[in-house]
Structures are given as structure tokens and as C-alpha cells.
């Protein structure tokens, strides 16, 4: 499907962006439930490497409500309009959380069918078979993201904060060490800090899956 251009807005943000849970963090870490002495620091590492990984997957995991608004849209019969975030939220009922509008005039839900795990919007005809999305302007309004992170993504997370946490207090420059008669030190680059900073290859690996990769 092809437009003039898509803006897409946030119209109900998320509390926050976080993809695991201050407890999950502490129990990664090795640190104390009980203990409170890091929970702020902690606190913004996690929505840190959270924003990272969003950026990374060009895309938005936690649920937020949007607006997709298209200009000049044109498809093929059967051919999909694609929400900018998904998976798209179905209610207690099982109806995806979806309206759309087509030159100002709002869409029966009764002519479009969802699938709602890749954000597939499907237009229909009088005749309940496939049509085509054509017009001057759609708006899709919807609600979108993960009600639960998906595991990879909260392992991918706890890796790359692992990462982060460790590397705190340390010379980032410092690749080796030797104490015996008495210490020889062996120092990196000077993209070393960059380095042990990092995204983690594993954490690369987990997230892969979930990459939107935009062409």
C-alpha cells in the first residue's frame, strides 16, 4: 500500500516505557528485594536501556493509544493497511481496538477485518470481500503494544542492564590487568566506554525477531 505520507501521534502515552519491573531488575542484579538504596538509579537504567531497545526495534512495545493519520492512500483489492505499532489490543470481548475514518466519514467496523498480531487492517466491499483502501485522507485510531513484554524482550533487557550495571565504577579504557610483580595494566581504545556500553550481542540475538525493518 502506498500513501503521500503518515503522521502518526501518540494520543494516550504510557505511565512509562519500561520493559521489566524494578523487582525482576534487582533479582538480575543480585540485589535484595528489601533493599531500597539503588531503587532511583535502577529506576532510570531501566527506562534507559528500555528507550534504547525501542529505538533499536523501531518500535514502541508498552501499550499507548494512537492516531495514524494517511494521506493520499491507495491500495490494491485485499491489500492491507498497516498500523505504524502493533500488535494492536483486542478488548475483554475479543474486538481489536480499531476505528477508521476515510475522508472525514467513519468506517462500519462491520466493512474491515483485523489481524490484530501484525497490525492488518483489511478493507471489505458491499459483498463482504476483499477491497481496496482508497482515499484523500484515512485516520486509523487504535491501540497498540505488548499488555505483557514478551520474554525475549524482557531477557534482551535484563542483559543489556546487567551490562550497563557492571560497568559502573570502572575505568572503561581498562581492558587488562596484572597484579603478580606488581601490576600491569593494558588500556583499550577510546571508543572503549562506547563499547562496554553497548548493546550485548545476545541481547541483539533475543531482540531480532521484533526489529521493524523499514525499507
Not at 91 to 112: F, H, K, N, R, T
Amino acid at each position: 500500500m502506498s500513501w503521500g505520507y503518515r503522521i502518526t501521534r501518540v494520543v494516550t502515552p504510557a505511565a512509562s516505557m519500561a520493559l521489566v519491573s524494578l523487582d525482576a531488575a534487582k533479582a538480575a542484579l543480585g540485589i535484595d528485594a528489601g533493599d531500597t538504596s539503588q531503587d532511583a538509579a535502577l529506576t532510570a537504567q531501566i527506562e534507559s536501556v528500555s528507550l534504547a531497545i525501542c529505538n533499536w526495534c523501531d518500535r514502541i512495545f508498552v501499550v499507548q493509544t494512537y492516531r495514524d493519520q494517511l494521506r493520499g492512500a491507495s491500495g490494491s483489492y485485499g491489500e492491507p493497511l498497516v498500523t505504524r505499532q502493533y500488535p494492536i489490543v483486542v478488548d475483554s470481548g475479543g474486538e481489536p481496538l480499531v476505528d477508521v475514518a476515510e475522508d472525514g466519514g467513519a468506517v462500519d467496523a462491520a466493512m474491515i477485518e483485523v489481524f490484530p498480531e501484525q497490525g492488518a487492517v483489511y478493507r471489505l466491499d458491499a459483498s463482504m470481500l476483499p477491497s481496496a483502501w482508497g482515499a484523500a485522507l484515512i485516520v486509523v485510531d487504535y491501540t497498540a503494544g505488548f499488555e505483557t513484554i514478551p520474554e525475549p524482550v524482557q531477557g534482551a533487557c535484563l542483559e543489556w542492564l546487567t551490562a550497563r550495571h557492571n560497568a559502573i565504577g570502572h575505568d572503561p579504557a581498562l581492558r587488562s590487568e596484572t597484579i603478580p610483580d606488581v601490576i600491569t595494566q593494558v588500556y583499550g581504545s577510546s571508543d572503549s566506554t562506547s563499547s562496554a556500553t553497548a548493546m550485548p550481542a545476545g541481547a541483539r540475538d533475543l531482540l531480532g525477531p521484533y526489529r521493524i525493518w523499514t525499507v
